[in-house]
Each structure stands twice: as structure tokens, then as C-alpha cells.
């Protein structure tokens, strides 16, 4: 199993930046892959940057050139650098963390508030 734990969401300006964590319980190199997702009010839930181990980030194409996914092994932790927010990207956002076999085992974290309004 695997906890995840986010911080770093707030209030931010448009055109504002915010980083987010997630901690994780275990060694994120022994996960297969770690994400970061929003959900928004009325809306699915959807995926903002994955990163496989051993791997480079991907992006949805709303978030690409403006937001960064980065992991830091020692501290099993992954962040989410989002610079020139847009109230488009207020939501709530989860750590996503996939194992197993095909990541049949999906974990997630609470979900941290992100608001981006002037």
C-alpha cells in the first residue's frame, strides 16, 4: 500500500505561481507511476502530469509549458510547479500513485484546494 499525503494549495493571482507536494509512504522508485490530477466543481476528474519511473513527465496539453513535475527519490516525494496560473486551474488536486501488474493498484491522496482569482 501506499499513502500519499499533498500540501501547497492556496489562493493565488491569476498569472501566479504555486508548488505542491505529495509525500508518499514508500519509496516512489518502487511505484510505477506518480501523478498529479484536478478535479473541478461539475467536472470529471482529470489527469494534469504523470511520471513513470525511470521516465520523463507528461502533460495534458491545458497545463504543458506552464506546470512541471519533479521528484526528489531521497525525500519519496513529488512536486507540481505550476507557474501562470489561470482561474481555468482552480480545482482540487490529487497525488495519484499506480503498482501492481498493468497499475491495477491505484492510491490517492486527499486532494489539496487550488484557487486561482483576483
Known amino acids: 500500500q501506499v499513502q500519499l499525503v499533498e500540501s501547497g494549495g492556496g489562493l493565488v493571482q491569476p498569472g501566479g505561481s504555486l508548488r505542491l507536494s505529495c509525500a508518499a509512504s514508500?519509496?516512489?522508485?518502487?511505484?510505477?507511476?506518480m501523478g498529479w490530477y484536478r478535479q473541478a466543481p461539475g467536472k470529471q476528474r482529470e489527469l494534469v502530469a504523470t511520471?513513470?519511473?525511470?521516465?520523463?513527465?507528461n502533460y495534458a496539453d491545458s497545463v504543458k509549458d506552464r506546470f512541471t513535475l519533479s521528484s526528489d527519490n531521497a525525500k519519496n516525494t513529488v512536486y507540481l510547479q505550476m507557474n501562470s496560473l489561470k482561474p481555468e486551474d482552480t480545482a482540487v488536486y490529487y497525488c495519484?500513485?499506480?503498482?501492481?501488474?498493468?497499475?491495477?493498484?491505484?492510491?490517492w491522496g486527499q486532494g489539496t484546494q487550488v484557487t486561482v482569482s483576483s
Open positions: 495519484n500513485a499506480a503498482t501492481g501488474i498493468l497499475n491495477r493498484y491505484q492510491y
Open positions: 514508500r519509496s516512489i522508485s518502487s511505484i510505477n507511476v
Open positions: 511520471l513513470r519511473t525511470g521516465g520523463s513527465p
